[in-house]
């Protein structure tokens, strides 16, 4: 459903996208992965037809991003990483406006996702809160039944209970078939939604996995109290294992399966006073990864 070929765009600074190779499926749920300027935005925009590919090409439904672009906006929800609405307008006259544009009739959708998000579009948008103007953003994406969903940091500003509710909706929309192609600095959400995963830097694709082996390849994590830290810590490091003091002189190790035996009978050499693991998530596999250090992710 969605298809991007050898994708090129640069700009005058000399940042861009640089030979972007990937495919989502039908009903499958891509999460798009990396910090601001990354180039996710820049991305996006090629899939909406903002933008022209100075080389290679951006597909959606078998249909060119830049050629076709009035025909795809028709099966297409968008949720853009920041919302900027008409502002003299009243919410429900923006979603009035959105169904004009795209030439449906159906408000049944709309009603039930403005029921599910517990707002109001009534009133001036100018003067609803940041929540509320991503509820509208979400409500305008979704109301007309897309069959594809590109979605840019699309809880930005909701809060923990929404957040859930939007989970359960990109989860539905899944089951039903739908494409979504999802920018998100949550990482649970990402872990909850997501079928594959892409990591960008620096305009480059630099992985791409399926998000349970992505899970699967994460350290070890344990959390040790000891009578002498300093100790442990040196007996650590020299046995080459990656460690981190806490503010409460607890000791952190991340360690790999093939060395849990290893770090414990390096530890046992001290007398520990408490001991407990801890799972690591995507967002530690994640700066980890970004930071350079990239053996956790294969």
């Not at 940091?153 to 809060?159: F, I, N, R």
Request: hydrophobic residues 40%.
């Amino acid at each position: 459903m969605i298809e991007v070929k050898e994708l090129t765009m640069k700009y005058p600074s000399g940042k861009g996208v640089f030979d972007l190779n990937f495919t989502v499926k039908q009903g499958q749920v891509m999460g798009y992965l990396g910090p601001n300027g990354a180039g996710k935005t820049t991305t996006i925009r090629a899939l909406l037809g903002f933008m022209n590919p100075d080389i290679g090409t951006a597909r959606i439904n078998g249909m060119d991003c830049w050629h076709d672009a009035p025909n795809i906006q028709k099966s297409l929800g968008y949720i853009p990483g920041e919302i900027a609405f008409p502002d003299s307008m009243n919410g429900d006259e923006f979603l009035r406006f959105m169904h004009d544009m795209r030439g449906t009739k159906d408000f049944a959708l709309q009603k039930q996702l403005i029921e599910m998000f517990e707002f109001s579009p009534k009133g001036k948008i100018k003067k609803f809160s940041k929540g509320m103007k991503q509820k509208l953003g979400i409500v305008a994406a979704f109301m007309h039944n897309p069959d594809v969903l590109i979605l840019d940091e699309p809880t930005s500003g909701l809060d923990p209970l929404m957040q859930n509710r939007f989970v359960e909706l990109v989860l539905s929309e899944k089951a039903k078939g739908k494409t979504i192609l999802m920018s998100s600095h949550m990482f649970e959400e990402v872990e909850k939604t997501c079928d594959n995963v892409l990591i960008i830097k620096d305009g480059r694709i630099v992985k791409q996995s399926d998000v349970q082996s992505l899970k699967e390849s994460q350290r070890k994590g344990f959390v040790l109290k000891t009578t002498d830290t300093h100790r442990l810590v040196q007996m650590l490091k020299v046995s080459g294992f990656e460690v981190q003091s806490t503010a409460d002189d607890s000791v952190e190790v991340y360690v790999s399966g093939s060395d849990i035996d290893r770090f414990i009978k390096t530890a046992a050499q001290s007398t520990i006073v408490s001991f407990s693991a801890k799972s690591q998530t995507l967002e530690d596999i994640f700066m980890q990864f970004y930071s350079g250090n990239s053996t956790t992710l294969g």
